[in-house]
């Protein structure tokens, strides 16, 4: 884990990769808890037996913003700035899912930074953000997100 006093040691990080996070398995109750708070109960993602008779490996599918959403959590075991107030989701700029996440899969995330942005009393983040599926090449999504990180007491 890299880990930096102020907000402002970021900057020097820079169309750097900042690191990888360790593996974490995608199963099935998660994908189910994920169609139940989001509505969407495609088949895909929650019908297993389905699933079985008719996806090419006869697993689901996780949703691809179930992947995007997990990225939130997993971003905190790559940096930590000890010195600093809260941190609020800005945007993305570009999300790409690229390959299924099948249940039972682990994936990681590697996080870079492409820019950094001083703001009165806090920094624009933008990350580069690449999710792969162990055993595979292959990301199965890469997104752009921007982050606002504010100052000790801010």
Same mark, same amino acid.
């Given at each position: 884990?890299?880990?930096?006093?102020?907000?402002?040691?970021?900057? $020097?990080?820079? @169309?750097?990769v900042? @690191?990888?996070?360790?593996w974490?398995?995608?199963t099935?109750?998660m994908?189910?808890?994920?169609?139940?708070?989001?509505?969407?109960?495609?088949?895909?993602?929650?019908? %297993?037996?389905?699933?079985?008779?008719?996806?090419?490996?006869?697993?689901?599918? $996780?949703?691809?913003m179930?992947?995007?959403?997990?990225?939130?959590?997993?971003?905190?075991?790559?940096?930590q %700035?000890?010195q600093?107030?809260?941190?609020?989701?800005?945007?993305?700029?570009?999300v790409r899912?690229?390959?299924p996440?099948? %249940?039972?899969?682990?994936?990681?995330?590697?996080r870079?930074?492409v820019?950094?942005?001083?703001?009165? @009393?806090? %920094?624009?983040?933008?990350?580069?953000?690449?999710?792969?599926?162990? @055993?595979?090449?292959?990301?199965?999504?890469?997104a752009?997100?921007?982050?606002?990180?504010?100052?000790?007491?801010k």
């Amino acid at each position: 884990m890299l880990t930096l006093e102020t907000p402002y040691e970021l900057e $020097a990080h820079v @169309g750097k990769v900042l @690191g990888r996070t360790g593996w974490i398995e995608v199963t099935q109750p998660m994908i189910d808890e994920f169609a139940r708070l989001s509505g969407d109960d495609n088949w895909i993602h929650v019908d %297993v037996e389905r699933a079985r008779r008719e996806l090419p490996d006869g697993k689901t599918i $996780a949703h691809g913003m179930l992947t995007f959403s997990l990225m939130s959590g997993m971003g905190g075991e790559i940096v930590q %700035v000890r010195q600093r107030g809260r941190g609020i989701n800005y945007g993305s700029n570009k999300v790409r899912f690229t390959a299924p996440v099948q %249940v039972g899969s682990r994936i990681c995330l590697e996080r870079s930074l492409v820019a950094f942005e001083r703001l009165e @009393g806090a %920094v624009r983040l933008t990350y580069g953000n690449t999710m792969y599926r162990e @055993g595979q090449e292959r990301p199965v999504m890469v997104a752009e997100t921007l982050n606002l990180m504010y100052e000790k007491g801010k």
